[in-house]
């Protein structure tokens, strides 16, 4: 009998993340209560200040050579990767609010630094978790009238919105679930330290994660949002070096709130040596204001953290806003 797609799909059997209800995380409880929320509430920082409008500028997508990876990071967790001839985009915000309705929710601070019109044809989106900052329904639907729609790799449990939007080729999937993506790519879904919710009564319905591409010569890891957790090693040692480790260093106070769900910038540090990473990008930072620290906290933050663990900066970029990175491997 065919499986009916309008139904999210779910495991079988209870797991290590998994208890036949909800997912869950297996080193951390990232759940709060309204006593917490209060207290975050009048915690909360300063009011960014948006950035001044800058007039567009076309953009120019890059061809990577064979062996190369482009990325170019676009704003929040909205990466353009570029990889073994195919093209993905990562968890596509273009919306001016991170939130439902379309005005509710925290304001873009920052435009999306790549128009949508000027994207290369998209072959896959990876969606890492539901949160408005990651999962942005008008941009998935505009993304899906697109000629050539490209297919959706994502959680377990969010193919019934995937579809919604108008997507045809949804692939849901469960931590350390693999298969073949575009171009001879091949597309891992990996553990991150999250958790997910669109209302007050889906928490944790759906499986939150990140994403490894590889080709025969180079691997990209895209972290999604996650809070620092064993992981990162596991990661590491099923794929070998990463060369390429998209990770979040924004959104990350107060501490005793964000500690399990949001890394800061020496966890991310810590996470990219853990990785064995050849080079890493920073994202989840200047785009959004969703928490405490100051808009450019993150970034002082990472290169502060970067000295204490002799870390090289050129193996830990903050990149531009629409400027396209590329990487190689070197030769070993």
């Keep these: 009998m065919p499986r009916d797609d309008s139904q999210p799909r779910f495991p079988a059997v209870p797991s290590d993340h998994w208890d036949g209800r909800r997912f869950f995380n297996p080193h951390a409880d990232t759940d709060k209560g309204p006593r917490d929320l209060w207290r975050l509430y009048k915690a909360r920082g300063p009011r960014w ?135 001879g790519t091949r597309i891992t879904f990996v553990p991150a330290q999250h958790w997910s919710a669109r209302t007050p009564f889906d928490r944790r319905k759906t499986l939150w994660g990140g994403f490894v591409v590889e080709t025969p010569e180079a691997a990209v890891y895209f972290a999604g949002d996650s809070g620092y957790c064993p992981h990162f090693k596991e990661i590491g040692r099923r794929f070998g070096a990463i060369d390429v480790a998209l990770l979040p260093i924004g959104a990350y106070e107060p501490r005793w709130f964000m500690a399990a769900q949001h890394m800061n910038p020496a966890d991310a540090v810590r996470a990219h040596c853990d990785l064995g990473a050849r080079h890493s990008v920073a994202m989840h930072f200047g785009t959004f204001q969703l928490t405490a620290e100051g808009i450019d906290a993150p970034i002082r933050a990472l290169h502060h953290a970067l000295a204490e663990h002799a870390v090289e900066p050129a193996h830990f970029a903050v990149p531009g806003f629409g400027e396209p990175l590329r990487f190689r491997r070197s030769p070993t």
């Design 49 to 183: 200040t948006p950035a001044e409008p800058e007039p567009p500028r076309p953009f120019r997508p890059v061809t990577p050579a064979r062996g190369e990876v482009a990325v170019t990071f676009i704003g929040q967790a909205t990466f353009l990767i570029q990889i073994g001839g195919a093209a993905f985009l990562t968890d596509p915000v273009y919306s001016d609010h991170a939130g439902p309705f379309g005005r509710l929710g925290p304001k873009r601070v920052r435009q999306p630094a790549v128009r949508m019109e000027d994207l290369p044809a998209i072959d896959a989106v990876l969606l890492s978790h539901n949160h408005y900052d990651h999962l942005d329904a008008p941009t998935l639907r505009h993304l899906a009238r697109r000629r050539g729609v490209p297919q959706v790799m994502t959680g377990l449990g969010n193919g019934p919105m995937m579809r919604r939007a108008g997507f045809d080729a949804v692939h849901e999937l469960d931590w350390w679930d693999s298969l073949p993506g575009p171009h």
